[in-house]
């Protein structure tokens, strides 16, 4: 299994409910790959570099995980169909493996 690291944006209005269901999305993806999450950190609330879809804001979440590299592919679908991310990047960490 390789070391990745996930952060996704989701907008700052979206309750507390819906941003659970989010991460359990993203978790249930990972273990469906026999993965594992390491670490989860809740960066909160921060100013978007550029306007997209007209927020300004959002509320960022990074996640450490262990994964095999084929399972990337459908935690990347994941996140592409849950309309609740606005953005997200999967980085591959090779000085964690």
């Given at each position: 299994m390789k070391a990745y690291e996930l952060l996704f944006i989701v907008a700052p209005t979206i309750d507390e409910e819906n941003r659970a269901g989010v991460m359990k999305r993203i978790e249930t993806a990972i273990a469906a790959g026999e993965g594992?999450?390491?670490?989860?950190?809740?960066?909160?609330?921060?100013?978007?570099?550029?306007?997209i879809?007209?927020?300004?804001?959002?509320d960022y979440t990074l996640i450490d995980f262990h994964a095999d590299p084929q399972s990337i592919a459908e935690l990347d679908r994941v996140l592409r169909i849950t309309d609740a991310?606005?953005?997200?990047?999967?980085?591959?960490?090779?000085?964690?493996d």
């Open positions: 594992k999450v390491d670490n989860v950190e809740a960066w909160g609330k921060r100013k978007l570099a550029y306007e879809n007209g927020l300004t804001d959002g991310v606005v953005r997200h990047m999967i980085v591959a960490r090779t000085d964690r």
